[in-house]
């Protein structure tokens, strides 16, 4: 009876050691995860801007293009 006691309580320590270590990753996880989510939101905002003067700069073409197209 003693020794299954203790054959327990070893296995619930190494249980217990291996939740510990699974909770751990698990944030360390958590956390890159984050830091990614804002190193892309930042990645976004930064070429927002260019994909908005690109997209004016292709409008402006297309337009310049009709007119030149027109002219006699």
């Known amino acids: 009876m003693a020794v299954e006691a203790a ?3 070893e ?3 190494r249980m217990n050691e291996l939740l510990r270590s699974l909770q751990l990753a698990l944030r ?6 984050e ?4 190193k892309k939101q930042s990645m976004v905002a930064k070429e927002a801007p260019k994909l ?3 997209m004016i700069s292709c409008s402006s ?8 197209g027109r002219m006699p």
């Open 7 to 9: 054959r327990m309580r």
């Open 11 to 13: 296995e619930t320590r």
């Open 28 to 33: 360390e996880k958590a956390k890159e995860y």
């Open 35 to 38: 830091m990614l989510k804002k």
């Open 52 to 54: 908005k003067w690109l």
């Open 61 to 68: 073409l297309l337009q310049l293009t009709k007119t030149m």
